[in-house]
């Protein structure tokens, strides 16, 4: 199938999709149709055509309405609650692509999470280690409003934003330290320390984001050196097997006790995850060493092309072929070897013919186990976010400023 083909029966999908109630009444973003504007932003890019700036405030005018109904329930988050429809929001609205001026409405979000940092602070030192990195995880806490915050302006609450990324730090520091200190351990029990490498949920996430911190504040050495820590850390759970195309586990005690040799490729956990994250901490604490490691974990992941040994069963961003094909295209962009180009090539072949079900949606159906699919929309687990990575594909990449959203610009 084409590209373009397939991108029209997306379209044509999303453009009813107010009209369907299985899926208007989540508006979040990775996981709803809050995404779907930045679709259409791109397919405004690629068919120059203003009929889909009006399709994106026929989208935020509807958020609008839902939000403003009291019967209707939206979190804080920026998986799926309001950091994330203001990530969406403060993208478009830089762009200048909105009718109507959002500032207003921005402002309100920023409100209301910079409250739910007050909150945070105030509670979290009384909450054991487990229960904080359950608090500052990036898709479901204050890590993805960090990440938000940044974006926008400061004002009076830089105070707040500056105490808030002091406390995450702390946390990741001593989360490294707890990491460091079974590393020999050889029980494995729900009660001893494990360490997330995953970017939706862990270390690489933390990096990705304190680099992003650093950019803007590059005073602050302490940061530096929580980003040191932390790609380190990740670093010490890397497969002693040389022979193995598995360098990472997802979640782990020690590599004493780690499951390597079923971890997919892709976006949520896996290789090329790590690779990407200890490339940005190399970049950030210009640490060479790491920038290097993380080129040959990157090499590694070419010698998973087939579907089975990349673990890979649908076309989704979070962890399917599209996410898979696009870190091989970000490798390229960095190191500018053609073998990563043609691993892009083959897994958007390999998206494209997995986004084809019959009775899917616009042909895509998530993966959920043997034999077990279900329709998905969002952007990182569903039909959006296969869109807009194959918009991505036919606009040469020209506008991959949406790479931002999933931490990978």
């Known amino acids: 199938m084409k590209l373009d083909t397939k991108i029209n029966e997306i379209e044509s999908f999303l453009e009813k999709i107010l009209k369907e109630s299985s899926f208007k009444n989540d508006i979040s973003l990775f996981t709803g149709i809050g995404g779907a504007p930045i679709f259409f932003f791109l397919l405004y890019k690629y068919k120059n055509d203003e009929y889909y700036l009006n399709k994106i405030d026929e989208f935020i005018e509807y958020f609008f309405e839902f939000l403003n109904d009291n019967d209707n329930q939206i979190g804080l988050t920026y998986c799926d ?71 926008r302006p400061k004002n009076d609450n830089e105070f707040k934003l500056l105490s808030l990324f002091d406390k995450l730090a702390e946390i990741v520091e001593h989360g490294c330290s707890l990491a460091s200190s079974v590393k020999h351990e050889l029980e494995i029990n729900d009660f001893i320390h494990k360490t997330n490498l995953g970017l939706a ?82 970049i950030a604490i210009n640490d060479n060493f790491l920038v290097e490691e993380a080129q040959k974990i990157a090499l590694s992941t070419l010698n998973r092309q087939e579907l089975s040994a990349a673990h890979v069963f649908d076309s989704e961003f979070c962890h399917g072929a599209s996410s898979v094909a696009y870190f091989h295209w970000k490798w390229y962009t960095i190191t500018k070897n053609e073998s990563f180009l043609s691993a892009y090539h083959h897994f958007l072949e390999q998206a494209l013919k997995l986004c084809n079900f019959q009775e899917g949606i616009a042909g895509f159906k998530k993966y959920e186990g043997p034999n077990k699919y279900r329709n998905a929309i969002g952007m990182l687990d569903g039909l959006i976010g296969v869109g807009i990575f194959l918009l991505d594909a036919q606009l040469n990449h020209r506008e991959s400023d949406w790479e931002s959203f999933f931490l990978l610009n």
């Open 81 to 151: 609650g309001l950091c994330g429809i203001g990530q969406m929001l403060n993208f478009l609205h830089k762009r200048k692509v909105l009718q109507s001026d959002p500032a207003e409405a921005l402002e309100a979000i920023d409100d209301i999470l910079y409250n739910n940092i007050d909150y945070f602070l105030s509670v979290v030192e009384e909450l054991p280690h487990e229960k904080k990195v359950e608090q500052i995880d990036f898709l479901h806490g204050a890590f993805g409003i960090a990440y938000y915050l940044l974006s």
């Open 201 to 282: 949920h862990g270390n690489i996430s933390y990096i990705l984001i304190l680099a992003e911190f650093l950019k803007i504040y590059p005073e602050k050495t302490h940061i530096k050196n929580t980003i040191k820590l932390s790609a380190y850390t990740v670093l010490s759970f890397k497969n002693e097997n040389e022979n193995s195309n598995y360098n990472f586990p997802g979640i782990a005690i020690n590599r004493i006790t780690a499951i390597y040799d079923n971890i997919h490729l892709g976006w949520c956990y896996g290789d090329q995850t790590v690779s990407f994250g200890l490339y940005k901490a190399g």
